[in-house]
């Protein structure tokens, strides 16, 4: 049988969400991610600071807050 693929990884580094090393909002996976972009989810500061960086270098960054990653499809 094949596995099946994650379907939350994070968009810089393709860490699955809940894997060792991924930030969770107050260390919870209940609580969800601790970083997010309107392009998915992050697992770091570091990825998310790399992410900002990339979409300021494309000039594409968000001008609102992303909305919640559970609460639509990516």
Do not use: Q, V
């Not at 260390?27 to 570091?46: K, M, V």
């Amino acid at each position: 049988m094949l596995a099946r693929p994650e379907k939350y990884r994070c968009i810089e580094c393709g860490l699955p969400y809940g894997a060792d090393g991924f930030e969770l909002h107050y260390g919870l996976i209940e609580n969800g991610p601790a970083y997010w972009s309107d392009r998915g989810l992050l697992c770091s500061p570091a990825c998310s600071l790399a992410h900002h960086r990339k979409r300021a270098a494309e000039g594409t960054l968000p001008t609102e807050p992303a909305p919640n990653p559970f609460e639509t499809d990516f």
